[in-house]
């Protein structure tokens, strides 16, 4: 298993669950797993809103908060059920939650309501609505705890190993159908390390295409890097909502809109988080708006279809952009569901950097993209999995094992 997030971590447990004479190790780049999407994020369990009706990603999603839940409750990993609401602040909007609920229902999301403007208000005084989706399924936990705990159930099992500070970098099918994973420590020239293993499945995240090429993939589709900046409301300001608050979704198809999150996380404990934007990062694990990567950026040019999405969304793009360098910007955003927040309330809190694939449209990928049978059958590749991946992990990784199950004649 390359890659050490939370898909990965699932991804190593589901086979060790699902197959007992099977052996797994993960090979993760960083010091940690669950080093950069899966730790840096809001934290919430998707309930399946937002999701085309009958894809993988709303049945995992749907599946995956049941799962989550569950393995949160058997792992001792904190977690609350705060609830969502999506908020209109127009007619126009209007429409847009009522078309949500519907779809929600579509995809089998329990308890979902529509409430009016005064049912916003009975619920959260601060919150400035029209209408709004309630969705009380809807939680928060901390994902680089539960992928932690997904790693010490693998390596527990007496089967399974997670090496971390273990970057693959080449791999190569050997003349009795194995395959030989070399590489080393990030950043350093040795020592070199090798591993072998029958099958290789891959969830490199923000690196996926460059980790699927290592294996004979496929050059399209790319990552994008998105960059989402995150601030705190300060402690005396942190019950100015009690659930998570979302706007309704922007145009584009990317997760874009800033909101509000109560939080259960252990770096930032029992607080409330206001983001993220979704500015185009200038580097793969760009975490500060300064980062710049030539090799990132040379990509970005070549990439018609994230050039294709830029065109058809000038304005979008420019705004992420600007709310990415100015927190005022950033706050009127905040103000339209919240309008007492003030910028003097918040923290400059934490940033996390996403991986979104593009279709040749110039679209968002609306599902979860897999790359069968690289390297003479040996390897499936995740190109694809962002939000809700982190809810539907487990579930996601049901759905990859039964893939990898077929694709690999696994008994």
């Not at 797994?24 to 899966?38: I, P, R, Y």
């Not at 908020?87 to 308890?111: C, K």
């Not at 350093?188 to 993939?217: C, E, M, N, S, Y």
């Not at 950026?297 to 304005?315: D, K, Q, S």
């Amino acid at each position: 298993m390359v890659g050490g997030g939370i898909v990965g971590c699932a991804i190593a447990r589901e086979v060790l669950r699902r197959f007992p004479d099977k052996r797994v190790a993960v090979l993760e780049k960083e010091s940690e797993v669950a080093g950069h999407q899966t730790g840096h994020n809001s934290g919430v369990i998707h309930a399946g809103i937002y999701y085309e009706p009958g894809s993988v990603m709303a049945a995992t999603c749907v599946r995956g908060a049941e799962l989550m839940y569950a393995f949160c409750d058997a792992a001792g990993v904190p977690y609350s059920r705060a609830g969502k609401l999506i908020v209109a602040t127009s007619a126009a909007e209007d429409a847009v939650v009522e078309a949500l609920v519907a779809r929600a229902r579509a995809n089998g999301v329990p308890g979902v309501e529509l409430l009016s403007g005064e049912q916003v208000r009975a619920r959260e005084p601060a919150v400035v609505a029209t209408s709004a989706l309630w969705s009380p399924n809807t939680g928060i936990a901390d994902y680089g705890a539960v992928t932690r705990a997904l790693a010490e159930e693998v390596t527990g099992s007496g089967r399974g190993d997670v090496k971390v500070q273990w970057e693959v970098r080449g791999a190569r099918r050997l003349a009795d159908g194995r395959v030989e994973l070399a590489g080393g420590e990030k950043g350093q020239g040795g020592p070199a390390k090798t591993v072998t293993a029958r099958h290789v499945i891959t969830a490199g995240g923000l690196q996926a295409d460059r980790v699927a090429r290592l294996f004979g993939g496929a050059v399209e589709p790319r990552v994008v890097a998105f960059r989402g900046t995150y601030y705190q409301m300060k402690p005396e300001h942190a019950g100015i909502v009690h659930t998570n608050v979302y706007p309704v979704p922007s145009g584009g198809g990317i997760p874009v809109g800033v909101h509000f999150t109560p939080t259960v996380n252990e770096r930032r404990s029992h607080a409330t988080i206001v983001g993220p934007g979704a500015c185009i990062a200038f580097a793969r694990e760009g975490y500060r708006t300064t980062a710049l990567s030539a090799l990132d950026v040379a990509e970005y040019v070549l990439n018609g279809a994230l050039w294709r999405f830029v065109a058809a969304n000038p304005r979008l793009t420019v705004e992420e952009l600007r709310k990415d360098f100015d927190k005022a910007a950033f706050m009127r955003d905040a103000q339209k569901l919240v309008p007492s927040v003030t910028p003097d309330m918040v923290d400059a809190s934490f940033t996390g950097v996403m991986a979104q694939v593009f279709q040749r449209d110039g679209t968002a990928a609306k599902d979860y993209i897999l790359e069968r049978k690289a390297l003479g059958g040996t390897t499936l590749c995740v190109r694809s999995a962002p939000s809700p991946a982190a809810t539907a992990s487990l579930a996601v990784a049901e759905h990859i094992v039964n893939v990898a199950a077929e694709d690999f004649g696994w008994k």
